[in-house]
T-cell receptor, first 114, second 114 residues
Framework: DAGITQSPRHKVTETGTPVTLRCHQT?????MYWYRQDPGHGLRLIHY???????DKGEVSDGYSVSRSKTEDFLLTLESATSSQTSVYFC?????????????FGPGTRLTVT | AQSVTQLGSHVSVSEGALVLLRCNYS??????LFWYVQYPNQGLQLLLK??????LVKGINGFEAEFKKSETSFHLTKPSAHMSDAAEYFC????????????FGAGTRLFVKA
């Protein structure tokens, strides 16, 4: 299994509070991704990173920010949590040599915003 | 723009029966196609991938998928279902440009009856 951990694994927070989720990899992969998973929507990309300090937005980036100061860590911050951000968040990594972007996923973080 | 459509949010089969999960894609350029599997409370795992080397792709656990360009399809099959195949399956499409972003289908949950 690819070495990907996410912390925390579960979190309950109140509306309006900031929340930071952490993804840590030991594979030295260049690309890292944050997705959210909601019933009926599959996985939707929030933000991704293609190197240290290099990040870009995905399709559902509003209300989220990311940072990557080291190859192994990719942080997702909910600036002011809302109930619509209750979801399961997955981090993924990839090393798309030859153009094939197969991804390896972390175990997920279940976030509940009350 | 790329997109993925999975036909049927739920599929139920009997143990030993054929499994067929349908996926159609839309892409303006030759895509890379993937099937991922998600077991309860886990992240996604790569089941198989199409990278243009062969139209019939074999994956883990006895699954295979056939790329049909004329039908823009990449259906997943397994000749004989096992109880352990019960999970959610996601079809995904990617390109080798634009951050290697991957678009996921909404998912199909497979139920296997004894």
């Amino acid at each position: 299994d690819a070495g990907i951990t996410q912390s925390p694994r579960h979190k309950v927070t109140e509306t309006g509070t900031p929340v930071t989720l952490r993804c840590h990899q030991t594979e030295n992969h260049r690309y890292m991704y944050w997705y959210r998973q909601d019933p009926g929507h599959g996985l939707r990309l929030i933000h991704y990173s293609y190197g240290v300090k290099d990040t870009d937005k995905g399709e559902v980036s509003d209300g989220y920010s990311v940072s990557r100061s080291k190859t192994e860590d990719f942080l997702l911050t909910l600036e002011s949590a809302t109930s619509s951000q209750t979801s399961v968040y997955f981090c993924a990594i990839s090393d798309p040599r030859g153009g094939v972007n197969e991804q390896y996923f972390g175990p997920g973080t279940r976030l509940t915003v009350t | 723009a790329q997109s993925v459509t999975q036909l049927g949010s739920h599929v139920s089969v009997s143990e030993g029966a054929l499994v067929l999960l349908r996926c159609n894609y839309s892409s303006s350029v030759p895509p890379y196609l993937f099937w991922y599997v998600q077991y309860p409370n886990q992240g996604l795992q790569l089941l198989l991938k199409y990278t243009s080397a062969a139209t019939l792709v074999k994956g883990i656990n006895g699954f295979e998928a056939e790329f049909k360009k004329s039908e823009t399809s990449f259906h997943l099959t397994k000749p004989s279902a096992h109880m352990s195949d019960a999970a959610e399956y996601f079809c995904a499409v990617s390109r080798d440009t634009g951050g290697f972003k991957t678009i996921f289908g909404a998912g199909t949950r497979l139920f296997v009856k004894a």
